[in-house]
């Protein structure tokens, strides 16, 4: 009898603190998020299937769902229409829900500015980028080094950079694991490096390593979300807790886009980043 007094008392106290202990998080209204990556991989192709992912943000712990855009088109306003049924705009189509597709000229996305252009919910989102030239990659190679645990898996990776050119480089290994790098010492020279996977990669599996060229904006963008993932379990390209802001901007009331400086509410833009980004990619089985 004294065993199950002591049992009941702890599960009404435990009960008790159930009732009691409330957790306050950050709250903010729903806000677009914009996936706009367009990668490049053959810029001798004739065409390209450009896709951008729409996502509205609903709470702290990074819950989305997709939005439905009213508009969605890309402009380029240095392009030079081939033919009376050629124009310098793209209309995008949706078709998931949340993602958007168009199949558009080579010619039109590695030459000239690139406007992204956004209507949600009667509010106007603006982007504005151009294409990025990378370097290719020369290998790709698995070494045998360890960092802290000793059950990292290694991987070597070699390239070339233009030495004409002051270049920033995306690299992409696969599961959400990014890394950002610029030229700055090593222009016009072969560099290598290692990066190490955890110990989820395993033997037999197939990993893909891409580098994209990027500009020094989606740089600082990316170098600050991949801090933040670092301390996190998200990747870059999923929502961050907390608020890092990329390149689209709304531009609802603002009169002349060349000039920022009419906005009214600077904090209604969304999440996420335009750019176009020549890549390439080099696959390892690791061993």
């Known amino acids: 009898m004294k065993l ?22 950050p709250s903010e209204p729903p806000r677009l998020a914009i996936d706009g990556l367009i990668r490049i991989s053959d810029t001798t192709a004739t065409a390209q299937t450009v896709r951008i992912k729409a996502e509205l943000t609903s709470s702290f ?18 392009y030079v229409p081939s033919g009376p049924l050629d124009s310098n705009v793209r209309q995008l189509t949706e078709v998931v829900p949340g993602v958007y597709e168009s199949n558009i000229n080579t010619r039109f ?5 690139l406007n992204l252009s956004i209507t949600h919910e009667g509010q106007r989102y603006l982007a504005i980028t151009e294409f990025a030239p990378s370097s290719p990659i020369d290998e ?7 960092l802290f645990g000793g059950e990292e898996t290694e991987v070597i990776i ?4 233009d030495a004409e050119r002051n270049d920033y480089y995306l690299f992409d290994f696969d599961f959400d694991e990014y890394l950002v790098t610029e030229d700055e010492f090593y222009n016009g020279q072969t560099f290598e490096f290692s990066y190490f996977y955890d110990d989820d990669v395993i033997p037999g599996m197939e990993v893909e390593i891409s580098i994209l060229g990027i500009d020094e904006s989606f740089y600082n963008y990316m170098n600050q979300l991949i801090v933040q993932a670092d301390s996190g379990s998200q ?19 603002i009169d002349n886009i060349d000039t920022f400086d009419n906005v009214e509410d600077s904090n209604n833009f ?3 980043y335009f750019a176009v980004s020549q890549t390439f990619s080099q696959s390892l089985t690791i061993e």
Do not use: H, K, Y
């Not at 007094?5 to 998080?25: A, R, W």
């Not at 070699?158 to 950079?161: G, Q």
């Not at 990747?235 to 901007?249: E, H, Y």
């Open 158 to 161: 070699s390239f070339t950079d």
């Open 4 to 25: 199950f007094s002591v049992l009941l008392g702890l599960l009404l106290v435990i009960t008790s603190c159930e009732d009691v202990i409330e957790v306050d998080t």
């Open 140 to 146: 790709v190679s698995q070494g045998d080094g360890t």
């Open 270 to 272: 969304a999440l996420g």
């Open 61 to 78: 712990f990074g819950e989305v769902s997709p939005a439905n855009l009213e508009s969605i088109s890309i402009t380029n306003l240095d």
């Open 109 to 113: 996305l590695v030459e000239g500015e």
């Open 235 to 253: 990747g870059p390209f999923q929502t961050p807790s907390a608020t890092v802001r990329g390149n689209i901007i709304n531009v609802t009331n």
